[in-house]
């Protein structure tokens, strides 16, 4: 294995970042994941938009053009030889003494990592259906950022898989879901409507959600921009996830309680098989 770290590819054992990094002293770094499927990138452009995005809103310099970066990604996939899998990016402020205002005059470190994911598992995970479990939200004001900063998500995953859950729905203070620890929540009502929250500073616009909405306004499906609260998911016709190397997949049920019928519903798998098809589209070598 490969890895790039600062305008090198070096060999995955030897891949390492100085001690003083930002990233790792402050989580003063942001990230991305990008599907890779059959050899071609999803949503590369809408990943890169919000990279910068990140970047800009913390005021950490980019480390070169949005197309030098594709450059990267794309060489680290294929040293890597994966054509289906995920490249990780990170970007974090730099190396320098430890002191918390911004250093001067540092480089940002940048890195990528690529690795093989087997999207049968995904599709058999649609076909099943997953659980969900709840958990507080107890992230900082700004999740809309996709910043290194994630024990509260590693803490909430955990938590989803001592259950034997698939993921956690994150639940604010006024008991309403902001979104699931690493994917967007959704639910389907008993009219067909999909609910989802407005992007604002407690969530992450997930690039798979924007696609996902893109396609369902085209099938002519109905979407409420709103919060839903725990009992309102459980009570739901259908409810999902959508990732970057989730796609769409049906949560079955919430906290051990059935949605629906307790299986996966149609929308859903309708949804699913729009975002395999526009994820087809969007694959080039
Ligand atoms: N929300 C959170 C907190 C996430 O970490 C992620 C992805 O990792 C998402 C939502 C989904 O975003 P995307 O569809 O861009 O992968």
Redo the contacts with the bound molecule.
């Keep these: 294995r490969i890895a790039y770290v600062n305008g090198q590819y070096v060999p995955y054992a030897q891949a390492g970042v100085h001690v003083e990094d930002r990233g790792f002293q402050f989580a003063d770094g942001v990230y991305e ?1 990008v599907a890779v499927k059959d050899g071609g990138f999803v949503d590369l452009e809408g ?1 890169l938009v919000r990279l910068e995005r990140s970047l800009d809103e913390l005021r950490i310099d980019r480390p070169m053009s949005r197309a030098a970066l594709s450059v990267v990604l794309a060489e680290t996939v294929r040293r890597n030889r994966v054509r289906n899998g995920s490249v990780y990016l990170q970007i974090t402020r730099g190396a320098a003494r430890r002191e918390f205002p911004f250093p001067d005059g540092v480089a940002p470190t940048f890195v990528a990592i690529a690795r093989h994911l087997d999207w049968a598992k995904g599709a058999a995970n649609a076909a099943r259906g997953v659980a969900a479990i709840t958990h507080p939200d107890i992230r900082w004001g700004r ?1 809309d950022i996709k910043t290194v900063g994630l024990l509260p ?1 590693a803490l909430a995953k955990q938590a989803a898989k001592e259950s034997g859950a698939y993921e956690a729905w994150l639940v604010d203070d006024q008991g309403f879901v902001t ?6 929540a959704w639910i389907v009502t008993k009219d067909n409507v999909l609910v989802t929250r407005k992007p604002t500073h407690e ?2 616009s ?4 924007s696609a996902v909405l893109e396609l369902a306004k085209r099938e002519g499906l109905k979407v409420e921009f709103r919060p839903f609260t725990v009992a309102e998911a459980q009570a739901a016709k259908e409810a999902f996830v ?3 190397t989730s796609f769409v997949i049906p949560v079955v049920t919430l906290d051990g309680k059935p949605i629906g019928n307790g299986g996966p519903g149609v929308v859903v798998a309708r949804l699913r098989s729009l975002y395999e098809a526009h994820a087809a589209t969007h694959s080039t070598d």
């Design positions: 994941v990943h999740c998500a979104e699931g620890s690493s994917s967007n969530i992450l997930g690039i798979t959600r959508s990732s970057a």
